[in-house]
């Protein structure tokens, strides 16, 4: 059985006195959560603070996105070893907001993915059709292609990754996929996988719903035997939903 994942993705929220508010407040509600990974995703300037105060707990630090090159004249930037040594774990690349409003391509999260793996960072890949795409019948196309030339020569089946399908209509939108539309592509996402790795990889993999869930959608979604977990927006800024729906998600998977 694969472990649930619950990843609180903070977009630009939080300064660094806010961000210490909620990491203490989650960090003491869910210290004995021991069936879900949990992780948070604050924003750049959060993360040495966070890195620090979650330092043996279960509460793993992620990013939300990262740099192709390693070091240079890249200014405004931020490299995979940098995220490294404040203490990430995970990273998140290619979310909707960052190809839609930064022209991240499938070419340029390739390159990321690249750097993040060679570096022992684990990507939470984005994925996921837009409303006009869905309406016109290209959701898997869209996501299929994301899928193969954003992992373009990361022949690894031992590779360490996440996917997370967005659909970028359900995203801080209020409107959710509904678990059958999430199972659907998420089925085939793991289909995909085991063409273009092994049926053991797929099997392994945890693959994420992003958009708009929420405390009282949660259970539903995570019900789905694709669905392995979620990476949450809206509803990870404050700690009582957030600590709901990773409790929620324990509950679920302890009577499992
Ligand atoms: C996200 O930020 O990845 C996300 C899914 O946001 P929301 O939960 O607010 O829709």
Request: with cysteine.
């Amino acid at each position: 059985m694969r472990t649930p994942m619950i990843a609180g993705n903070w977009k630009m929220y939080k300064d660094v006195n806010e961000a210490v508010e909620l990491v203490n407040s989650i960090k003491r509600a869910i210290f004995n959560v021991d069936n879900v990974e949990i992780i948070v995703v604050p924003p750049f300037t959060d993360l040495s603070e966070a890195g620090e105060m979650l330092i043996e707990t279960n509460v793993k630090l992620g990013a939300q996105n990262c740099f192709w090159e390693t070091e240079g004249a890249f200014t405004g930037e931020i490299s995979a070893p940098m995220l490294k040594s404040v203490g990430c774990k995970y990273v998140v690349i290619g979310h909707s907001e960052r190809r839609k409003y930064f022209g991240e391509t499938n070419e340029m999260l390739n390159k990321k993915l690249h750097v993040v793996i060679k570096y022992g960072l684990i990507p939470i890949f984005c994925v996921g059709e837009t409303l006009e795409e869905r309406e016109h019948g290209k959701t898997w196309e869209v996501v299929e292609t994301q899928i193969i030339e954003g992992m373009k020569n990361i022949l690894d089946n031992d590779l360490n990754i996440i996917i997370a399908y967005e659909p970028v209509w359900a995203i801080g939108t209020g409107k959710t996929a509904t678990p059958e539309q999430a199972q659907e592509v998420h089925k085939m996402i793991r289909d995909l996988l085991a063409k273009l790795y092994s049926v053991d990889f797929s099997e392994r993999i945890q693959i994420l719903y992003g958009g708009s869930v929420n405390p009282a959608n949660i259970e539903s979604l995570m019900k789905e035997p694709d669905i392995d977990g979620g990476l949450i927006g809206g509803a990870s800024l404050k700690s009582e939903s957030f600590v709901d729906m990773v409790k929620k998600t324990s509950w679920l998977y302890a009577k499992k």
